[in-house]
């Protein structure tokens, strides 16, 4: 495991140690893994979303319209 010194202006260090005395977490490292964690899951939440706006783009237009697009849809839900 490898060590980071990071250096915080006062006001967020006062947050980061309200959250460590609230017991949400068990000490500083604890909340920046956390946050490192969340941020991880965000960053692949959006890149999934990128692909599938890709992958919208990438199919083109479609002849059908919304009300037949809804219907095929709700078919194949059943």
């Known amino acids: 495991m490898s060590t980071l010194t990071i250096s915080l202006p006062d006001p967020l ?3 980061i140690d309200h959250q460590v005395a609230s017991g949400a977490y068990c ?3 604890d909340y920046f893994r956390d946050l490192i964690r969340r941020d991880q899951q965000r960053a692949q939440k959006i890149a999934t ?3 599938w706006v890709d992958d919208g783009l990438a199919s ?13 849809l709700k078919n194949a839900a059943k």
Do not use: K, P, T, Y
């Open 49 to 51: 979303m990128q692909m």
């Open 27 to 29: 000490d500083v490292g």
């Open 60 to 72: 083109g237009v479609s002849n059908e319209n919304m009300e037949d697009i809804l219907a095929s």
């Open 13 to 15: 260090q006062r947050w």
